[in-house]
């Protein structure tokens, strides 16, 4: 990438960059925000540097990365607060001439071009692939084991602790922890627990975080009896996802795939929620590394991962999968969890169905 755009290094601070160059470490302390503690240095000839100050360098070297990986540059951290683009100014002597651009825009007088990087990311490795594996086993039995802990009458904020306790027993963090109880469900799409309290149904969403990595998956719990309607709305969210697991190919584009759910909704009798909420799209390092939408011209590649999220007002359905040469891999499947099986194109495939107490 550094080739084709001219460039001679690329100063790497945001947390996912690191995160994803160094195999899963990290550079985050003030989880507020995007940039990290620490840079990392690559040059167009492949020459790496691990960029921090006297505070975080020993940690990094200790913890985080290995010096043999990376060579270390270190600076007072004095230093650091008063010249803002220290670290810029030493990449600057190490490289000796060349343009150095940057991921975020937080070094003056380097280009951004985070959007350049990000396709670098897309395909997995095979040792990300191992990773992503274990992460999304993990998250789906994590998310299925605080189901057995829930106690009707406890509140959306105690369920949203509950689920980060959870994942912070398989050393997960819940990057994204949603919880709706009840009529909840059908007001709103992004539902940041509250001290409403849940009587009947409840929908759980997360998104799992390790060594980077991300997946996303949402559950659907009832106490009782399934209502008719729930059902039928969960079967119909169920049929937009096969429609769109079947259709996440290889060269397949974003505005293609947006397509693809806009088709299934219409053909379904509810043509207008697909305006209701995104479907999803690209994961790894974010939560949505891009969102499928009419004007995306990003493509699918192998081994890529994948969450979509068609909703039905009142109901939702959520899995993380890789794209393969042969066909998807679902990887956050929830142990003894309900599923709804649905065929496209003579292809089952498998969604979340609702789980009765």
Same mark, same amino acid.
């Given at each position: 990438?550094?080739?084709?755009?001219?460039?001679?290094? /690329?100063?790497?601070?945001?947390?996912?960059?690191?995160?994803?160059?160094?195999?899963?470490?990290?550079?985050?302390?003030?989880?507020?925000?995007?940039?990290?503690?620490?840079?990392?240095?690559?040059?167009?000839?492949?020459?790496?540097? /691990?960029?921090?100050?006297?505070?975080?360098?020993?940690?990094?070297?200790?913890?985080?990365?290995?010096?043999?990986?990376?060579?270390?540059?270190?600076?007072?951290?004095?230093?650091?607060?008063?010249?803002?683009?220290?670290?810029?100014?030493?990449?600057?002597?190490?490289? $000796?001439?060349?343009?150095?651009?940057?991921?975020?825009?937080?070094?003056?007088?380097?280009?951004?071009?985070?959007?350049?990087?990000?396709?670098?990311?897309?395909?997995?490795?095979?040792?990300?692939?191992?990773?992503?594996?274990?992460?999304?086993?993990?998250?789906?039995?994590?998310? #299925?084991?605080?189901?057995?802990?829930?106690?009707?009458?406890?509140?959306?904020?105690?369920?949203?602790?509950?689920?980060?306790?959870?994942?912070?027993? $398989?050393?997960? !963090?819940?990057?994204?922890?949603?919880?709706?109880?009840?009529? #909840?469900?059908?007001?709103?799409?992004?539902?940041?627990?509250?001290?409403?309290?849940?009587?009947?149904?409840?929908?759980?969403?997360?998104?799992?975080?390790?060594?980077?990595?991300?997946?996303?998956?949402?559950?659907?719990?009832?106490?009782?009896?399934?209502?008719?309607?729930?059902?039928?709305?969960?079967?119909? =969210?169920?049929?937009?996802?096969?429609?769109?697991?079947? !259709?996440? #190919?290889?060269?397949?584009?974003?505005?293609?795939?947006?397509?693809?759910?806009?088709?299934?909704? =219409?053909?379904?009798?509810?043509?207008?929620?697909?305006?209701?909420?995104?479907?999803?799209? =690209?994961?790894?390092?974010?939560? #949505?590394?891009?969102?499928?939408?009419?004007?995306?011209?990003?493509? /699918?590649?192998?081994?890529?991962?994948?969450?979509?999220?068609?909703?039905?007002?009142?109901?939702? /359905?959520?899995?993380?999968?890789?794209?393969?040469?042969?066909?998807?891999?679902?990887?956050?499947?929830?142990?003894?969890?309900?599923?709804?099986?649905?065929?496209?194109?003579?292809?089952?495939?498998?969604?979340?169905?609702?789980?009765?107490?």
């Amino acid at each position: 990438m550094l080739d084709r755009e001219g460039l001679g290094a /690329v100063l790497l601070n945001a947390q996912h960059n690191f995160a994803w160059l160094t195999g899963g470490s990290e550079n985050g302390i003030d989880l507020s925000r995007e940039n990290g503690a620490a840079s990392l240095l690559v040059t167009r000839q492949g020459k790496r540097y /691990v960029f921090a100050n006297s505070i975080e360098m020993p940690r990094m070297l200790a913890e985080e990365v290995s010096s043999e990986d990376f060579h270390a540059v270190e600076f007072a951290w004095e230093d650091e607060k008063g010249i803002a683009d220290l670290a810029l100014r030493k990449a600057k002597d190490l490289l $000796g001439g060349g343009e150095i651009a940057t991921d975020i825009p937080l070094f003056a007088g380097a280009k951004p071009i985070e959007n350049k990087i990000a396709p670098c990311r897309y395909s997995l490795t095979d040792d990300e692939l191992k990773r992503y594996r274990l992460l999304g086993h993990g998250s789906g039995a994590a998310i #299925r084991a605080v189901i057995d802990k829930l106690v009707p009458g406890e509140t959306e904020i105690e369920i949203g602790e509950k689920l980060r306790h959870e994942f912070a027993l $398989g050393g997960m !963090a819940s990057a994204v922890s949603l919880v709706a109880a009840d009529e #909840r469900i059908s007001r709103f799409r992004h539902p940041v627990p509250t001290a409403n309290r849940w009587c009947k149904t409840l929908l759980l969403v997360t998104c799992a975080k390790r060594g980077g990595l991300l997946t996303s998956q949402s559950r659907l719990i009832c106490i009782g009896e399934i209502p008719d309607e729930l059902k039928r709305k969960t079967e119909v =969210a169920a049929y937009v996802n096969t429609c769109l697991l079947d !259709a996440t #190919r290889p060269g397949a584009t974003g505005a293609e795939l947006y397509a693809v759910a806009a088709e299934a909704y =219409a053909k379904m009798g509810f043509a207008d929620d697909i305006h209701l909420h995104h479907q999803g799209g =690209a994961a790894g390092y974010k939560t #949505r590394e891009w969102v499928a939408h009419p004007q995306s011209s990003e493509v /699918v590649q192998t081994n890529q991962a994948f969450a979509w999220n068609p909703s039905i007002t009142g109901t939702k /359905v959520e899995e993380t999968f890789i794209t393969t040469a042969n066909g998807i891999e679902i990887v956050t499947a929830s142990p003894d969890f309900p599923q709804i099986a649905t065929m496209v194109n003579g292809h089952e495939y498998i969604s979340p169905g609702i789980m009765s107490l």
